[in-house]
């Protein structure tokens, strides 16, 4: 498997506790003119490609009274325009070659426009919709173009809020794995998809009263 990050000492560290089966490249995914090249070069070290995931995303803390412009930017620029460089040149490999599943996480967080993070929400709607808009596109192809819609999990991104109840990221990946395998949006645990699908619901006036 390939692996790519742009911290490389992260990536020696994962290289290391899998001698032969991780490839290590760095890359910064604001560089999006590199990113065609070091597709390329990585199915070729490989000499192929079944399955690509796309995991990059930043959350910056955003006061219920602040505006960044600049913060807003890294939030698409990363999570939505680095997610598209990377995704089409995955999905244009899979539909050449008619097979392979094409993965991005996403987060519960797109299904609303929550007041604590309105660029993060809209980065994770965007993707959604690209998602949707490729899964249409590849179906007939065979690709498989799965879309994840994770709660709290416990990472580094999230270490500041204090999350009750949160996945470990250890189990978010097993289950993202193996949701994987079918085509669509997942949620990854059951109750999810029951409590975010009665939020989407909610009508706005009450969902405004809601503070969430």
Do not use: C
């Not at 990585?42 to 930043?58: E, N, S």
């Amino acid at each position: 498997m390939a692996a790519v990050a742009r911290r490389k000492e992260r990536l020696d560290e994962l290289a290391s506790a899998f001698p032969g089966q991780v490839l290590p490249y760095v890359h910064d995914v604001h560089v999006y003119a590199d990113i065609p090249a070091i597709f390329q070069k990585i199915t070729g070290d490989l000499g192929g490609l079944d399955l690509f995931i796309y995991a990059a995303g930043v959350m910056p803390q955003i006061g219920h009274r602040e505006y960044s412009f600049d913060k807003d930017r890294e939030v698409i620029e990363v999570n939505v325009i680095g997610a598209i460089a990377w995704l089409d040149q995955a999905a244009l490999r899979f539909d050449n070659v008619g097979h392979g599943a094409l993965v991005a996480i996403g987060s519960v967080a797109g299904d609303r426009g929550r007041l604590g993070q309105p660029a993060y929400n809209t980065s994770k709607a965007a993707i959604a919709t690209f998602m949707e808009a490729l899964r249409n596109r590849l179906h007939r192809r065979g690709v498989k173009v799965v879309t994840i819609k994770p709660g709290p999990i416990d990472t580094e991104m999230t270490a500041d809020l204090h999350l009750r109840g949160a996945m470990s990221a250890k189990d978010a990946a097993r289950l993202i794995l193996i949701k994987s395998r079918r085509s669509g949006e997942h949620y990854l645990k059951f109750s999810h998809r029951i409590i975010f699908g009665i939020i989407r619901n909610v009508p706005s006036p009450l969902f405004r009263k809601l503070n969430i």
